[in-house]
Every structure is written in C-alpha cells, then in structure tokens.
C-alpha cells in the first residue's frame, strides 16, 4: 500500500491548490478525484465555464445595443450563434484544466481518479470507474469533496427542462422563456447569459430582495439595472410546484399575500443553493462528524474531531466560493507543516459577475445595525465618473462603511463596471485596517474606474466628494 504524508480527496480550488502548498512545503501528496478532468465544480462546470459565456453575451449584448453610439457601424444585425459560444466556453475549460494537470506534475503530486472513501481514519479506498479498487495510506487527510446543486424536495430535476446549472451551461437553444428559481448569484449570471440572448427571463425569489446576504442598497441596484434588460423579478413568492408537459414547464408560487401566481416557460432553472457533497466518502468508517446540515464539522484549524482529518472548502460551513477554499487550503497545509496561519471570513469578498459586476467585503449596513455599531456611510456613482462615462458604463456606485469614531473602514460594496476586481483594494485596506481617510488620501490614477473608491472614502470621512 502507498503511502503519503497528506492525501486530499477532491481537487477543486481547495483540493488542488492544498496539494500545490503542501507539496512546496515538502509533503508527499496524493491528490484523488471522482471525475476524469481535475479542477471540481469550479473550473468545470462552475466559475470559469460561466464567466466565458457571461463574457461572451455582453460581447453580443454591446454589439445590439452600444456599438452604434461608439462609432461602430454593423452592415447587419449580429446573430447569437450559441453553439460557437458553447464551443469557446468548453475550449476555455479545458485550457484551464490542463494548466492544473500541469501544476500537479510539476510538484510532483500523485493523482489518483476515482472515488475516494475511506476504510479507516488513515486509509483510503479508490475506485476507478472500471470498478478496479486500490488503498491508499495517508498520516494526514483533507476532505475538500465540494458541493452539490441542491433543490427543493417536490422538484424533480430532469436536466432536461427542469435543469441546474451544470446543464444551463451546455443548453443546445437559447430558451424562449427562462424560468429562474432562486435570485442569488448563480441564477442572476446566468439569467443574464440567456437574457442578453434574446430570452425572456423570470426570476421567482423566496425572500424580499435578490442577492439577499449582501448589502440591500447592491441588490436593489442590481434589480433596477437587470429589469431595463428585460428581467423580470416576482420577489416574496414561494414555489410550490413545478411540473412539465411536452416542451412546457409550468411553476406555481405563491406571494405574501398567499396568492398564486403561475408561469410557463420551455426551461426552468433551479438555483437555490448548493449542498455540501460527502456521498460516498463513507465518513463514519474514519469517525467524522457532520453537523445537522451535512457540512463537515471543524475547529479553528479546519481539523474535523479526528485531528489528522481536515476539511475545507464548500463541505465545511461558510460561504461556498473558490476563493474562500483555495485560502483554507493554504492555511491546512502550513498548519500542517507547523506554522500559524489565519484567515480573517469576514475579508473574504463576494462577487457576482452580471453586467454591471457587484462586488462586497465587510460588514453589510444590515449586520452593522443589528450590532449596534454607530457607523457612517459614503457613496460615489459611477455616472459621476469621467471613466465610467468614456465606457458608457455609468451604473452603480460604490459605497464606504467606516466607524463613527475611528474612521476604521468596516464594509465596502460596489455595483458598476469591475467590481470585480476593484474590491481588492478595499481587501487590502482592510486587511491593514484602514481609515476611509486613508484611501482618501491616497493617490489613485486617473481616469480610472477606482477613483470611484477614493471619492465614496472621502464622501465617508468628511463628507468632502471632489466630484459630486
């Protein structure tokens, strides 16, 4: 039987980035993985698929409604060709996947296919798809098995009509009426692929507001950019039933007011949620506990109650992102090797990638006054931007969150034109614990999207906005 000092089963963002770290650190890994293609959900069917065909439609999306204005003369009407579109999105995929075969031979990681199961706390089972079975010996383990699309118990998904996102992303149509259960982030991108496709798209929400975890003040924004697109939103509705016949799907919901509202389209997609996936892995036989919701049970250092056990990512509490798992990978691995990592949850961002992108880290103004904490707000628009003007990209804002007495910046949320990627440096800020007059106060380039940032910070500190 092979043995190694640390066998990760699942190679996701946490799983394979833990066996890049604990390789570095001078671990013999062993990395197993259910499916033939490393990468888990997210570079699979997840993250990266989606965000090339979300980038994709805007392309198109810009095309119909934006190039004109810039200039640029089309002889014809552009045309969605959403097999091309599919076929881009499946080549970027496996770019990406190949790129982490390469990672793994290059740290010299062995790599194992098959379902991993444990026979004890230290062994572990690998059957291959043929059926042939091989044990592996670990002194140490990670589960980082991920999550699965979850559902509602009187729905039954047929992947064909009634689908997850797994099938959204490989449709050979782009629908007529796009029924969109749940309004969180999955079902809002990829609402939106299908919506800039000419699709009508209907988003049936169980609470109040979509994007309900983040700060009100994006998604109400959010809803107000997506519903000039076409989206439509039936919030505080509860599904009840949901049925097909023929090429029709039918969803029943009920408001605040208990009544019925009925809508018919040719596909629903169900997007409520995501459940950790331990099928299989056969938990009692090592001894692991989970708790009353599925998820693996952990301590501080991600140790499960057996303690050369570890788990991370989507099968453990807390927000289900690549990027919360691929950080409780590193932190495993030096925890492992003796060090004294740490991971501060409340500084791990969220993202949603529609046009425009949002984005958020901190505390939302909700939580701030649950806790009672006396805070300030500052806010910039975009449309007050000189950059986001050239774009044409004047929705949003950005708002600050600081403390009242301490000027200690403790929530940023932005919706507008990359989000995504300017939420770093409010990471960073708050990372080091920065006042709103510190970004204040700090020379941004112009013109740039993060201006934007400086100007909210200086609207949060001394209500002193240069631009508005």
Same mark, same amino acid.
């Given at each position: 039987?092979?043995?190694?000092?640390?066998?990760?089963?699942?190679?996701? #963002?946490?799983?394979?980035? /833990?066996?890049?770290?604990?390789?570095?650190?001078?671990?013999? !890994?062993?990395?197993?993985?259910?499916?033939?293609?490393?990468?888990?959900?997210?570079?699979?069917?997840? /993250?990266?698929?989606?965000?090339?065909?979300?980038?994709?439609?805007?392309?198109?999306?810009?095309?119909?409604?934006?190039?004109?204005?810039?200039?640029?003369?089309?002889?014809?009407?552009?045309?969605?060709?959403?097999?091309?579109?599919?076929?881009?999105?499946?080549?970027?995929?496996?770019? $990406?996947?190949?790129?982490?075969?390469?990672?793994?031979?290059?740290?010299?990681?062995?790599?194992?296919?098959?379902?991993?199961?444990?026979?004890?706390?230290? !062994?572990?089972?690998? $059957?291959?798809?043929g059926g042939s079975k091989e044990s592996v010996?670990? +002194?140490?383990? %990670?589960?980082?098995?991920?999550?699965?699309?979850?559902? *509602? #118990?009187?729905?039954?998904?047929? +992947?064909?009509?009634?689908?997850?996102?797994?099938?959204?992303?490989?449709?050979?149509?782009?629908?007529?009426?796009?029924?969109?259960?749940?309004?969180?982030?999955?079902?809002?991108?990829?609402?939106?692929?299908?919506?800039?496709?000419?699709?009508?798209?209907?988003?049936?929400?169980?609470?109040?507001?979509?994007?309900? !975890?983040m700060d009100r003040t994006l998604g109400k924004?959010?809803?107000?950019?997506?519903?000039?697109?076409?989206?439509?939103?039936?919030?505080?509705?509860?599904?009840?039933?949901?049925?097909?016949?023929? +090429?029709? &799907?039918?969803?029943?919901?009920?408001?605040?007011?208990?009544?019925?509202?009925?809508?018919?389209?040719?596909?629903v997609l169900v997007s409520v949620g995501r459940?950790?996936?331990?099928?299989?892995?056969?938990?009692?036989?090592?001894?692991?506990?989970?708790?009353?919701?599925?998820? &693996?049970?952990?301590?501080?250092?991600?140790? !499960?109650?057996?303690?050369?056990?570890?788990?991370?990512?989507?099968?453990?509490?807390?927000? @289900? *992102?690549?990027?919360?798992?691929?950080?409780?990978?590193?932190?495993?691995?030096?925890?492992?090797?003796?060090?004294?990592?740490?991971?501060?949850?409340?500084?791990?961002?969220? %993202?949603?990638?529609?046009?425009?992108?949002?984005?958020?880290?901190?505390?939302?103004?909700?939580?701030?006054?649950?806790?009672?904490?006396?805070?300030?707000?500052?806010?910039?628009?975009?449309?007050?931007?000189?950059?986001?003007?050239?774009? @044409?990209?004047?929705?949003?804002?950005?708002?600050?969150?600081?403390?009242?007495?301490?000027?200690?910046?403790?929530?940023?949320?932005?919706?507008?034109?990359?989000?995504?990627? @300017?939420?770093?440096?409010? %990471? &960073?800020? @708050?990372?080091?614990?920065?006042?709103?007059?510190?970004?204040?106060?700090?020379?941004?380039?112009? #013109?740039?999207?993060?201006?934007?940032?400086?100007?909210?910070?200086?609207?949060?500190?001394?209500?002193?906005?240069?631009?508005?």
């Amino acid at each position: 039987m092979k043995s190694y000092d640390v066998i990760i089963i699942g190679s996701g #963002p946490g799983g394979y980035v /833990c066996a890049i770290r604990c390789a570095q650190l001078g671990m013999k !890994t062993a990395l197993i993985e259910k499916y033939a293609t490393l990468g888990g959900t997210c570079l699979n069917v997840g /993250c990266i698929p989606s965000k090339a065909l979300l980038d994709s439609t805007e392309h198109f999306h810009q095309a119909l409604h934006t190039f004109k204005e810039h200039g640029i003369d089309l002889k014809s009407a552009p045309t969605a060709n959403l097999a091309q579109m599919i076929k881009r999105k499946a080549e970027v995929v496996d770019q $990406t996947v190949k790129g982490i075969d390469f990672l793994m031979k290059k740290n010299k990681i062995e790599v194992f296919h098959g379902t991993g199961s444990f026979i004890n706390a230290n !062994t572990v089972e690998i $059957t291959a798809d043929g059926g042939s079975k091989e044990s592996v010996e670990g +002194k140490n383990i %990670v589960i980082a098995t991920g999550s699965k699309p979850a559902s *509602l #118990p009187f729905i039954s998904i047929d +992947k064909k009509r009634i689908i997850t996102s797994t099938q959204a992303l490989e449709l050979k149509e782009i629908p007529q009426h796009l029924i969109v259960i749940g309004g969180g982030v999955i079902g809002l991108e990829l609402g939106s692929v299908y919506g800039r496709l000419g699709s009508k798209v209907s988003v049936v929400e169980y609470m109040d507001a979509i994007i309900p !975890t983040m700060d009100r003040t994006l998604g109400k924004e959010l809803q107000r950019s997506l519903k000039k697109n076409g989206i439509e939103f039936y919030l505080s509705h509860k599904v009840k039933e949901v049925s097909t016949k023929g +090429k029709t &799907v039918t969803v029943k919901a009920d408001n605040s007011k208990g009544e019925e509202r009925i809508l018919e389209g040719d596909y629903v997609l169900v997007s409520v949620g995501r459940r950790p996936y331990t099928d299989g892995l056969a938990l009692e036989n090592a001894g692991v506990k989970t708790d009353e919701k599925g998820r &693996v049970s952990t301590n501080e250092h991600l140790q !499960t109650n057996i303690p050369h056990i570890y788990a991370i990512g989507d099968v453990i509490a807390g927000a @289900m *992102l690549a990027h919360k798992a691929e950080e409780e990978g590193v932190l495993v691995a030096e925890w492992m090797a003796g060090q004294k990592p740490h991971i501060n949850y409340l500084l791990i961002p969220g %993202v949603v990638y529609t046009w425009p992108e949002v984005a958020s880290v901190g505390y939302t103004e909700e939580q701030l006054k649950e806790k009672g904490t006396i805070y300030k707000v500052g806010s910039f628009p975009f449309k007050a931007s000189g950059r986001a003007r050239a774009s @044409m990209d004047t929705e949003g804002l950005i708002k600050v969150l600081a403390d009242k007495e301490t000027d200690e910046i403790l929530g940023v949320h932005m919706i507008g034109p990359r989000c995504a990627d @300017m939420i770093a440096e409010a %990471v &960073v800020a @708050m990372e080091f614990r920065a006042s709103a007059e510190d970004i204040g106060r700090i020379s941004h380039a112009h #013109p740039t999207f993060t201006e934007s940032f400086k100007e909210a910070a200086l609207d949060a500190t001394a209500k002193r906005p240069i631009h508005i």
